[in-house]
């Protein structure tokens, strides 16, 4: 596609239950990124996947969170047992080289009620 | 680890010329990028230094100086589509990109 897709733009969760994230990187782009903004803050690291190396899981800030990237090219995101304070957006970039900068997808909204 | 210090605010006039300042503590360092983020949207790049000095793009321009940890976006002829959430971005030696927590910029006619 033309940039990158994530979806859903909008999810509200109940406290405790899972929630899958997805992320449509671009077509040939090698590199992708999971980040997570709270409201008025700056964009937190998550995780990193490049290529077919093993992904880069150092910001993932509990054993709740995990994400996976299929054929090097979608990516979900779980987030397990959802707590209030998981309510985000989250953000997905993908990149084909580092040097001309991430393209971001709007991301998802994410709101545990 | 990686910090990055970003002043919070600014407000200036239409026409007028802003300096967004950035320093950084990292392990590794291959480049300082700046990104634009505005209301509910998603960040957009802007602009990337890997060597010192200054790259200009139109009305934005980016300085870094890789002795001082230190960078800045200088926007020029502001205006108003220009108020946003602007970052800065380091590319650290494991080729993560950790970012500042942001300045907005304010811009009234």
């Known amino acids: 596609g033309a940039g990158v897709s994530q979806s859903p733009s909008n999810k509200v969760t109940e406290k405790g239950k899972d929630v899958e994230l997805r992320c449509d990187p671009i077509s040939g782009h090698t590199a992708l990124y999971w980040y997570r903004q709270s409201l008025g803050q700056g964009l937190e690291f998550l995780i990193y996947f490049q290529g077919n190396s093993a992904p880069d899981k150092s910001g993932l800030p509990s054993d709740r969170f995990s994400a996976e990237r299929t054929g090097g090219s979608v990516s979900t995101l779980t987030i397990q047992r959802t707590q209030q304070e998981d309510s985000a957006v989250y953000l997905c970039?993908?990149?084909?080289?580092?040097?001309?900068?991430?393209?971001f997808g709007s991301g998802t909204r994410l709101t545990v009620v | 680890g990686q910090s990055l210090e970003q002043p919070s605010e600014v407000t200036a006039v239409e026409g007028a010329i802003v300096q967004i300042n950035c320093t950084y503590q990292t392990s590794g360092f291959y480049g300082l990028s700046w990104y634009q983020q505005h209301d509910g949207g998603a960040p957009t790049f802007l602009s990337y230094?890997?060597?010192?000095g200054l790259e200009e793009t139109g009305r934005f321009s980016s300085f870094l100086s890789r002795s001082d940890s230190y960078g800045y976006l200088l926007l020029q002829e502001l205006q108003m589509k220009d108020s946003a959430s602007y970052f800065c971005?380091?590319?650290?030696?494991?080729?993560?990109?950790?970012f500042g927590k942001g300045n907005q910029v304010v811009v009234i006619p």
């Open positions: 970039a993908s990149s084909q080289d580092s040097n001309y900068g991430y393209t």
């Open positions: 230094n890997a060597l010192d």
């Open positions: 971005a380091v590319r650290d030696g494991n080729n993560r990109l950790a």
